[in-house]
C-alpha cells in the first residue's frame, strides 16, 4: 500500500517535471512580451527625448516601472492615456497638456544648407540638398529637436504650433466643484 | 398629417416678436467687404484672383478645394485690394485667409447663365449647378448643398423634408424669406426634389409662424409639395428631430439622414437654389436677422457675405443700451464673438446683441442630480453623467454614454437649475477628443516614417558592406590569377 503510493506520486513527479523541463526549453519566452507591445504603442523615431535611448530602451524603462506614462513628450496625451490604460496605472495628465505642442522651423534667410540637420532627423520631416535651403515637413515632424542641436546657425529653431480654426477647440470650463 | 412624439426639448421665450413684422429691407452697399475663404464645412476654397484685380459682381473668386469644399463668388463688383488674414466669423476670434473686395459702387453684375425651362434639366445637372453656385446650407451647419444632393440622390432618398422650424429664439430670418419669397422657395423646393428624385416633399413650419404657414400653403397649392405644422419646441428645427417629429424615424447613431432614406435642406437654402437655377445668381447674399434687448431697431437684412457686422449693427439704428454678449446665430446655439469687424458669412442667420438680462450668467454650483437635463435632452442622453465624466478628465467614459451623439442644442444648459455649462463640457470634450485623433493619426504616420528611415539605413549599410565584400572578392581573384599567370610565366621560362 504505501510502496504503490510511493511508486505512483514518483511517476507523477517524474512526468510533470519531464513535462516542464520540455515546455521550458520549446515554449521559451524570448525577453518580456509586454516590452515588445509598448515598443510598439511609442512613436518609434527613437528621438531620445524620453532622455532613454531610443524608444526600446523606453519601452523596457516603462516594464519594469521605472519610468512615467508621461516620459514620451511627441507622442502627447493620447499615448500617455494608452501607455496608462496598457500598464494599469494612473495617468497624471496635468504635466503633459502644460506643454505646448511644438514643430521645428527653419529661418530661410539664416539657414546655410549644410545638410547635417535632415541627416539626423529621425522621421525624414526635413528635405534639403547641400547649398539649398532646407525645409519642415510640418505633417512629419515629431519636435524631437535633433536638428535644433545640430545647427550651426540657429537657423532650425523649435516653434509652437499655431492655433489655427481647424485645431482650436474649447477649453475646459472652470466651474471648481460644479457638474 | 400624423406627427411623431420628440423627446426632451424645452421652450425658451420666443422674443420673435421683436424683428418678425419687419419687412426685409436691403442693406445699402458697404465700402469693403471681408470674404473668408472658408465659410462651409470642409476644406477653405483656393482664391482664383490676385490683389488689384477688377471683378463683377458674382464673379468667381475662390474655387472649391477637394470632395467636401465650396465656390466663393464676388458679393460685389470692385476691386480685390488685399487676400490675406481677417478676424474670422467664430468664437475663437482667429485670423482666417480672406479676399478684401473694394466695392466700386456699382453693384454691376457678371454674365448669368439663367434657365428658362428649368424642370427639364437632369438631375446631375442641377446638382452641378447648385455646385457651382457655391451653395451651402443656410440653416447654419453651413454642409455643400451640392454634395447632399449628389449623396442622396445616389442612395435613393425617398423623402425630402424642408426645414422651415426656425426654433431658435429671436432668429425670424425663415419666417419673412418664407412669408415674402414663398413661390421662388416653393420652386427651389421642386427642384431640389428633382435633383434627387424624391417621391414625398415635407415642408416643416412651426406653429408659432401663421403667416408664414398660409403664404407657403397658398405658394405649394395642391402640389406635390405639403405644408406641415409642427408644434413650436426647440430644437425642432435640428436636423435629426424633424426627421423624427415627421416621419416617425430615427437616424441611427453616427449615421446620415440618407442612411434612412431622408434629406434635409433649409427653406433659405431653397430659395437660393431657386436664383441659382432660374437666373444663374450665386449665393452671395443671405436674410440675417439683426435683433436682441441692446439694438434700438431690431430688422431683417438682406445683406451681402462678407459685409462687416458692425454695418447690420448700425443699419438697425445702433445699440439702444451696451451690449453684454455679441452673438452670431441664435442664442442657443450662436457662437459669441467680440470685434465687430468680423463679416457676417453665407451660415450666419442671426447677428444678436443680448443685454445682461438676456444672458444667464450666474455662477454655477454644484449638480443635485435632479435629472432636468435628462428629461430636456432631445437625443435620450444623460448629460449629468456625461459631464460628470468630463470634469474628472475620462473622456471614454463619456463617449461611452454617448458623447458623440450630442447635438450641441444646449436644452441641458438651458434648463439645469444649477447653471452648470453642460453643454460647454460637451463642445470641450469633442474638440478634445478630435484632437487626440489627430495626433493619434500623426504618431502613426511619423512611426511608419521612422521605421522607413531605419530600414533605409540598414538596407544601405547593408548594401554598402556586400559592394565592399564584392571588390575584396574581385581584388583577390585578380590577385590570385596575377600570382597565377606570373607563376605560370616563370615556369615556362
Redesign the interface.
Known amino acids: 500500500m504505501l510502496l504503490s503510493a510511493i511508486i505512483s506520486l514518483t511517476m507523477l513527479g517524474t512526468v510533470f517535471g519531464l513535462l516542464l523541463g520540455v515546455a521550458a526549453r520549446y515554449l521559451k519566452v524570448e525577453g518580456n512580451p509586454l516590452v515588445a507591445e509598448l515598443e510598439q504603442m511609442l512613436?518609434?523615431?527613437?528621438c531620445g527625448q524620453c532622455g532613454f535611448p531610443g524608444c526600446t530602451g523606453a519601452a523596457q524603462a516603462l516594464a519594469d516601472g521605472s519610468a512615467p506614462v508621461t516620459l514620451c513628450p511627441?507622442?502627447?496625451?493620447?499615448?500617455v492615456?494608452a501607455l496608462a490604460a496598457k500598464l494599469g496605472v494612473e495617468a497624471d495628465?496635468s504635466g503633459v497638456a502644460d506643454k505646448l505642442?511644438m514643430i521645428a522651423e527653419v529661418k530661410e534667410e539664416i539657414c546655410i544648407g549644410c545638410t547635417r540637420c535632415f541627416k539626423v532627423c529621425?522621421?525624414?520631416?526635413i528635405m534639403g540638398a547641400a547649398q539649398q535651403i532646407h525645409v519642415v515637413f510640418r505633417?512629419?515632424c515629431?519636435a524631437c529637436g535633433k536638428c535644433e542641436e545640430v545647427c550651426p546657425t540657429e537657423s532650425v529653431k523649435l516653434q509652437p504650433i499655431p492655433?489655427?480654426?481647424q485645431?482650436?477647440?474649447?477649453?475646459?470650463?472652470q466651474?471648481?466643484?460644479?457638474? | 398629417m400624423k406627427l411623431f412624439d420628440l423627446r426632451g426639448g424645452v421652450h425658451p421665450e420666443g422674443k420673435k416678436s421683436l424683428s418678425v413684422e419687419r419687412h426685409i429691407r436691403p442693406l445699402p452697399l458697404p465700402k469693403k467687404l471681408y470674404v473668408p475663404l472658408q465659410q462651409h464645412i470642409g476644406a477653405p476654397a483656393t482664391p482664383v484672383v490676385n490683389v488689384g484685380d477688377k471683378v463683377l459682381k458674382g464673379q468667381l473668386i475662390a474655387n472649391a478645394q477637394g470632395a467636401v469644399s465650396s465656390s466663393i463668388h464676388a458679393p460685389t463688383s470692385g476691386t480685390i485690394i488685399a487676400l490675406g488674414d481677417h478676424v474670422a466669423p467664430h468664437p475663437s476670434g482667429l485670423p482666417v485667409p480672406t479676399v478684401t473686395l473694394e466695392s466700386d459702387g456699382e453693384d454691376k453684375w457678371v454674365a448669368l447663365n439663367a434657365v428658362e425651362e428649368p424642370f427639364t434639366l437632369a438631375p446631375e445637372d442641377i446638382a452641378a449647378r447648385v455646385a457651382a453656385a457655391g451653395i451651402v446650407g443656410l440653416g447654419g451647419a453651413t454642409f455643400p448643398a451640392a454634395l447632399k444632393l449628389n449623396l442622396s440622390r445616389n442612395s435613393g432618398v425617398q423623402t425630402l423634408i424642408m426645414n422651415g422650424g426656425e426654433c431658435e429664439p429671436y432668429l425670424t430670418c425663415d419666417d419673412r424669406i418664407m412669408r415674402e419669397r414663398a413661390a421662388e422657395i416653393v420652386e427651389g423646393i421642386r427642384l431640389i426634389a428633382q435633383a434627387v428624385a424624391a417621391k414625398e416633399i415635407l415642408v416643416g413650419i412651426e406653429d408659432n409662424k401663421p403667416e408664414a404657414i398660409a403664404a407657403m400653403r397658398t405658394a405649394a397649392g395642391d402640389g406635390e409639395v405639403k405644408i406641415v405644422v409642427m408644434p413650436s419646441m426647440y430644437p425642432m428645427g435640428s436636423e435629426k428631430q424633424i426627421i423624427q417629429v415627421l416621419t416617425g424615424k430615427e437616424i441611427p447613431a453616427g449615421g446620415r439622414p440618407a442612411d434612412i432614406g431622408v434629406l434635409v435642406h433649409n427653406v433659405a437654402t431653397a430659395f437660393a437654389v431657386h436664383q441659382a437655377i432660374r437666373f444663374g445668381k450665386p449665393l452671395i447674399s443671405r436674410i440675417v436677422t439683426v435683433s436682441g434687448g441692446a439694438i434700438k431697431t431690431p430688422c431683417n437684412v438682406e445683406a451681402l457675405v462678407g459685409t462687416p457686422v458692425q454695418e447690420l449693427i448700425a443699419f438697425a439704428d445702433g445699440y439702444a443700451q451696451p451690449a453684454a454678449r455679441l452673438v452670431l446665430g441664435g442664442p442657443m446655439m450662436g457662437q459669441q464673438f467680440t470685434n465687430t469687424d468680423v463679416p457676417m458669412v453665407k451660415g450666419t442667420s442671426g447677428v444678436l446683441a443680448l443685454m445682461s438680462a438676456e444672458i444667464g450668467q450666474a455662477e454655477a454650483s454644484p449638480c443635485i442630480r435632479c435629472s432636468t437635463c435628462v428629461r430636456a435632452c432631445p437625443v435620450g442622453l444623460l448629460p449629468l453623467e456625461m459631464a460628470a465624466h468630463i470634469r474628472v478628465a475620462d473622456l471614454t467614459g463619456a463617449v461611452d454614454l454617448g458623447l458623440k451623439d450630442c447635438i450641441a442644442c444646449g436644452s441641458c444648459s438651458y434648463v439645469c437649475p444649477a447653471h452648470i455649462p453642460l453643454v460647454h463640457y460637451f463642445n470641450y470634450a469633442k474638440g478634445d477628443l478630435a484632437a487626440q485623433e489627430r495626433s493619434k493619426l500623426k504618431q502613426e504616420a511619423t512611426k511608419k516614417l521612422a521605421d522607413n528611415r531605419t530600414e533605409r539605413i540598414a538596407r544601405i549599410e547593408r548594401e554598402r558592406a556586400e559592394a565592399m565584400a564584392r571588390r575584396k572578392a574581385a581584388r583577390e581573384a585578380k590577385e590570385r590569377a596575377a600570382k597565377e599567370a606570373a607563376a605560370k610565366a616563370e615556369a615556362a621560362a
Open positions: 512613436p518609434g523615431s527613437q511627441p507622442g502627447g496625451r493620447a499615448l492615456q495628465l505642442p529621425p522621421t525624414d520631416a505633417e512629419a515629431t492655433v489655427t480654426l485645431s482650436w477647440h474649447w477649453n475646459k470650463p466651474t471648481g466643484s460644479a457638474a
